[in-house]
């Protein structure tokens, strides 16, 4: 089992940024990519960003040239968000891939004046 937490979100303007982590613990040898989802009120869960073991990143259109993910060590992620819109509010989820898929709690971002 693979248990994920996240961390790093709040309120922010528009144009800002905001830094979220994912710190991963249990088995996480069996971990290969990992990356972001996230939530806004009333819409389905939609995938962000992703990394995989060896450094390869892919990106949703709607983050992409924004938003970067990033892999510290095997058991790190990050996501730097930069030019935040009020459209990026969500809970954002973090997530591994490898024998399983495993989520963490979520951390609520939200973009506003």
């Known amino acids: 089992q693979v248990q994920l937490v996240e961390s790093g979100g709040g309120l922010v303007q528009p144009g800002g940024s905001l830094s979220l982590s994912c710190a991963a613990s249990?088995?996480?040898?069996?971990?290969?990519?990992m990356g972001w989802s996230r939530q806004a009120p009333g819409k389905q869960r939609e995938w962000v960003a992703t990394?995989?073991?060896?450094?390869?990143t892919n990106y949703a259109d709607s983050v992409k040239g924004r938003f970067t993910i990033s892999r510290a060590n095997a058991n790190m992620a990050a996501l730097q968000m930069n030019s935040l819109k009020p459209d990026d509010t969500a809970v954002y989820y973090c997530?591994?891939?490898?024998?399983?898929?495993?989520w963490g709690q979520g951390t609520q971002v939200t973009v506003s004046s």
């Open positions: 990394i995989s073991t060896s450094g390869t």
């Open positions: 249990g088995v996480i040898s069996t971990i290969n990519a």
């Open positions: 997530y591994a891939l490898g024998r399983g898929k495993w």
